[in-house]
């Protein structure tokens, strides 16, 4: 029974959550990662653009709920998403007609994208804080929980309770679901594989008569949905405040070169990697080490490494590590 017990809290405080963050983190690198590998630059901007994507559909879903729609037991922001990801396809379209194409028709080096990128990071931030403001924002509603530790104690007797949250369960199944429409997208379609042939030899790309201004657009609104789709689980699984998708740059660009700068398998698995890491790390093990070790042996101490406060330290840990002795992340990125 104390072998269930530990089992329970570590699937209560860590597996599930490290999931759905990696999950997150998962959709996040995936939008990095396109733009490498397509447009070959880093985007510092994507953060931002993941909290610009979670501004608007809270904007849409505070109209609905004040129009009393709803989706029961589901968040309405659900309903408000395709208006989100659409708005933030604008302002990504708009941005790279405004300001990356003219660097990119002078075919600059990639760290001049790079900068580029920042000054539009620094200009999404402030937008966004001046449209919804800098605080905590709260835009969940329905069921809170699928099964909440009450029930999951009287259902099964045991002392530990098991609570998984809606959010968790929605961003789990949402992004297997993103995850699949796009790798299906890059490998079926005619769009997607031109998409792949213009990351593999841009010139080769050109002289088979592929449009490079039409898979630029084509790139933006994918980029565009993974980042309102991250944005919006983020902020339905914590909190919504729009400093908090500056701070996730760390973490995003963690997973994406911890996988491969370039690679969508590896963006994947970068992001669990990341989140996994900094869960474990930080969550302190006196309660799981105290069911499942002898009564002498059980620890005095939390049994913490490092402070939540430290988790992204973590990150960047693991990002300086990849840096010097693996450059090329896991699955060797660079294309498509």
Request: aromatic share 12%; no cysteine; hydrophobic share 55%.
């Amino acid at each position: 029974m104390d072998f269930l017990n530990g089992l329970v809290a570590l699937l209560n405080f860590v597996v599930i959550p490290a999931t759905a963050y990696g999950a997150q983190l998962a959709l996040g690198a995936l939008g990095v990662t396109l733009i490498y590998g397509i447009l070959r630059f880093s985007n510092f901007a994507h953060g931002d653009t993941m909290a610009f994507g979670a501004m608007s559909t809270i904007l849409v879903t505070w109209l609905l709920q004040g129009w009393g729609v709803s989706l029961g037991p589901l968040p309405t922001a659900l309903l408000a998403l395709p208006f989100g990801i659409a708005i933030t396809a604008l302002l990504v379209l708009g941005t790279d007609k405004l300001v990356y194409r003219f660097y990119r028709r002078q075919r600059v080096a990639p760290v001049i994208l790079v900068i580029v990128s920042m000054g539009v990071m620094f200009v999404t931030n402030g937008l966004v804080r001046f449209i919804i403001g800098p605080d905590d924002r709260n835009f969940a509603d329905g069921a809170r929980f699928l099964i909440s530790a009450r029930d999951f104690r009287e259902i099964t007797g045991l002392d530990e309770g098991l609570a998984f949250r809606t959010s968790q369960a929605m961003t789990i199944v949402t992004a297997v679901i993103v995850v699949a429409a796009l790798f299906w997208f890059l490998n079926r379609t005619r769009t997607g594989k031109s998409m792949r042939a213009f990351s593999d030899n841009e010139d080769l790309a050109l002289l088979s008569g592929i449009n490079p201004e039409r898979v630029v657009t084509i790139t933006w609104v994918i980029v565009a949905a993974l980042a309102a789709v991250a944005g919006v689980l983020y902020g339905l699984d914590k909190s919504f405040k729009p400093f908090t998708y500056f701070q996730l740059l760390l973490p995003i660009f963690a997973a994406a070169i911890v996988g491969g700068l370039g690679s969508p398998i590896g963006a994947i698995a970068g992001g669990f990697v990341v989140a996994f890491s900094e869960v474990t790390v930080t969550y302190a093990w006196k309660k799981v080490l105290e069911y499942w070790l002898p009564g002498p042996l059980e620890p005095d101490g939390l049994v913490q490494l490092l402070s939540t406060d430290y988790k992204f330290a973590v990150s960047f840990a693991i990002l300086v590590i990849v840096l010097l002795f693996r450059p090329t992340g896991l699955f060797k990125g660079k294309s498509v």
